[in-house]
């Protein structure tokens, strides 16, 4: 099984809807992060936290929000798609200040 | 700010053939790198790290060394196969307000056979 789980895998919806992408992790990392990758761009870090009390916005916040359910647990919702958020998203967890960063497989997210 | 610049892709080889792709970083501080390797349909993972500078990183014949004075962190294989065909990620790990991962564009790799 693998360590951070995300779901859906891919979805499609329409501009306007809300959308929840969650993520889960079986690591006992305190910290969680969520990224968008477009192509040319790399990843960008929308929101991160580093435990449950705590949430901080990334570089591309606007048009996002998140929840840390639990220290497993960290969603990530689109109040209002709009087709520039197609992208594909990823969450990542790590347990310490140098350490490596560990990957689900993604959501590839199409708004129409 | 923080930054990561790695160069363009795509790369194209034959197979064992020498690959560099370049990366170097802007940073304040003292952060430590990171390569990544996303293989298609995959998330990303680690490839290595170097946490100080004149580290040198290694794993799957992979190397890449810290050089602080050049602020680079090239990746380097000395005979690459069709299986490391995949898209490269550099990244810096740094305190700015929290420790954050900060990734370049990614250099997509393809070795022909």
């Known amino acids: 099984d693998a360590d951070v789980t995300q779901t859906p895998r891919n979805r499609i919806t329409k501009t306007g809807k809300r959308i929840m992408l969650e993520c889960s992790q079986t690591k006992g990392h305190d910290r969680m992060y969520w990224y968008r990758q477009d192509p040319g761009l790399g990843l960008r870090l929308i929101y991160y936290s580093f435990d449950v009390k705590d949430i901080n916005k990334g570089e591309i916040s606007d048009g996002y929000s998140v929840s840390r359910q639990a220290q497993a647990k960290f969603s990530l919702s689109l109040e209002s798609a709009i087709p520039n958020q197609t992208a594909l998203y990823f969450c990542a967890t790590s347990d310490s200040d140098r350490a490596e960063a560990f990957f689900g497989q993604g959501t590839r997210l199409t708004v129409v | 700010g923080d930054s990561v610049t790695q160069m363009e892709g795509p790369v194209t080889l034959s197979e064992e053939a020498f690959l560099t792709i370049n990366c170097t970083y802007t940073a304040t501080g003292y952060p430590s790198l990171f390569w990544y390797v996303q293989y298609p349909g995959e998330g990303l993972q680690l490839l290595l790290k170097a946490t100080k500078a004149d580290d040198k990183g290694s794993n799957k014949g992979f190397e890449a060394t810290y050089r602080k004075e050049t602020t680079s962190f090239h990746l380097e294989k000395g005979s690459v196969q069709v299986s490391d065909s995949a898209v490269y990620f550099c990244?810096?790990?740094?305190?700015?307000?929290?420790?954050?991962?900060?990734f370049g564009a990614g250099t997509r790799l393809f070795v022909k056979a």
């Open positions: 990244a810096l790990r740094v305190n700015t307000g929290g420790f954050k991962t900060i």
